[in-house]
């Protein structure tokens, strides 16, 4: 145990994804007087702790990644159980957003040790502060299957979801994965294209998937970490039809109050006027 000792618990830990300065003054307390060090790549870590003058001493620094975690993930309990602070930090960013921290988490939880969030940098927050697309709803999607198929069909799984979208994605599979983009979404499509956030080549480039898409494929090679972020779709035109077919089939099971209010609801129309046109069809339904 250290002198400066912070609580017993895990520590998820948030480290910089480009600028070594973007670290929190929290972070570097508990990487300086943890107990343990966990992280998902040893030699970046090292890496980071020699930026910022902390030192390791006697202290254990141990891998912890998706191939080892099964192996390693006992240990750390044993070492939370004895009333040790460990801090677990991912190779950038935030622990948790794809990232392997996410089964050791679960793990402490179950063994119903406490966890600490230490929050900091993050190409997800990052990336969506920079693209210029709406920020009140937005769904983090993760990266996506390297086969084109199973792209594309990853892809179609949230081509429904009324928000914007956030996908991380491979420098090497950009082109082809904004192509998918393009035929799943659409090409009109608002679109960022964000990479190497906070480092020195930073760059975002927006417009419409299409644009996106072309601007990237003409280039001979993309280097660093991507991030893309898709705008919600363009709201849908509702037409008398769609109501009259939505009454008719919500009357069939709902007196007219009710089925009024459940398709109002539905499309997001005033209340009153989809009542009246409720009474008027109910009159000429069989």
């Known amino acids: 145990m250290h002198a400066g000792k912070i609580a017993a618990g895990l520590h998820l830990v948030a480290t910089p994804i480009g600028a070594a300065r973007d670290i929190t003054l929290r972070a570097l307390d508990i990487l300086t007087h943890a107990d343990v060090l966990a992280a998902e790549d040893t030699r970046n870590t090292r890496r980071l702790l020699d930026i910022h003058g902390v030192k390791l001493g006697d202290r254990r620094l141990l891998a912890y990644h998706d191939h080892n975690g099964a192996q390693v993930r006992p240990q750390l309990l044993a070492a939370l159980k004895e009333g040790a602070s460990v801090a677990y930090v991912s190779d950038a960013g935030t622990p948790m957003v794809a990232d392997p921290g996410f089964d050791l988490s679960r793990a402490v939880i179950a063994a119903d040790l406490p966890v600490f969030a230490a929050p900091g940098a993050s190409a997800l927050l990052a990336a969506l502060c920079v693209a210029g697309q709406p920020t009140d709803r937005f769904f ?5 299957p390297n086969k084109p198929a199973a792209r594309k069909r990853f892809f179609a799984e949230f081509a429904q979801i009324e928000a914007t979208l956030v996908f991380y994605e491979s420098p090497k599979r950009a082109a082809a994965s904004l192509k998918d983009m393009c035929d799943v979404f659409g090409a009109e499509r608002p679109a960022s294209f964000c990479r190497e956030l906070t480092k ?28 893309v972020v898709l705008g919600p779709p363009p709201p849908k035109t509702i037409s008398e039809e769609d109501v009259d077919e939505a009454l008719s089939e919500a009357l069939g099971r709902l007196r007219v109050k009710d089925a009024a209010g459940e ?18 069809l109910k009159d000429h339904l069989p």
């Open 140 to 144: 983090f999607a993760g990266f996506a």
């Open 200 to 227: 020195k080549f930073e760059e975002t480039v927006r417009g419409s998937l299409a644009q996106v898409a072309a601007d990237i494929a003409a280039r001979s090679s993309i280097k660093g970490e991507v991030v």
């Open 263 to 280: 398709v109002a609801l539905r499309f997001g129309l005033p209340r009153k006027d989809v009542y009246n046109r409720a009474l008027t």
